[in-house]
């Protein structure tokens, strides 16, 4: 909806073309380090061809994120040992030195019951087995990262009241506090 609005470029994450995803999902401990590194070689991917790019794209999930949320909670639960997950965030920082932050992270928070009733509406058949466990350490992980050690600009827009595909008052919302952050249109609420 902000690429069509904004006439940005979108990237999508390549969650249909993941290779690992599914055996990921039957089996998280054994599948959790090929995963996480297909996803860093993508998103690191994806970065070098946004830097590339002469126009404006917006991306779906960052390698940021990807590092310091989805990475992070595998191996807090265990599924990813000391040796892989210091092998993982050694190539990330190696990866580090020739990317940049984006001009602004969009944080779309959202509680449990919100997140599970968006999951249920997607209808990915992997994603139909998550635990809560695993969504809430996502949730935790999410705050502290943004909050606490993401250094770029992000806007935190609390979606659980929100309907920004039906309501056209809810994206205009969203698009006004993007434009006072990006272009200093109007006066931040």
């Keep these: 909806m902000l690429a069509r609005h904004y006439g940005w470029i979108p990237k999508f994450e390549a969650v249909d073309y993941n290779p690992y995803l599914d055996d990921y999902y039957k089996d998280i401990p054994r599948w959790s380090f090929a995963l996480e590194v297909y996803f860093l070689k993508q998103r690191f991917k ?4 946004i830097a590339q790019s002469e126009k404006t794209v917006i991306q779906d999930r960052s ?3 990807g590092v310091h949320v989805f990475t992070a909670n595998n191996y807090r639960m265990g599924n990813l040992d000391d040796r892989d997950y210091q ?3 050694q190539l990330f ?3 580090m030195t ?3 932050v984006p001009d602004l992270m969009i944080y779309l928070r959202a509680s449990i019951p919100h997140l599970v009733e968006n999951i249920q509406k997607r209808g990915r058949e992997y ?3 998550m635990q ?3 969504l809430k350490n996502l949730n935790q992980l999410y705050d502290d990262f943004v909050y606490q050690h993401y250094k770029g600009k992000v806007l935190t827009i609390e979606v659980d009241e929100m309907d920004f595909l039906h309501r056209k008052s809810d994206f205009a ?3 006004d506090r993007i434009d006072a952050i990006l272009f200093g249109l109007f006066p931040q609420t």
């Design 46 to 49: 994806d970065l070098l061809d």
């Design 63 to 65: 390698i940021f994120e």
């Design 87 to 89: 092998c993982y965030m």
């Design 93 to 95: 920082e190696s990866m």
């Design 98 to 100: 020739v990317v940049k």
């Design 127 to 129: 994603e139909q087995q």
């Design 132 to 134: 809560l466990d695993y």
């Design 173 to 175: 919302k969203i698009v």
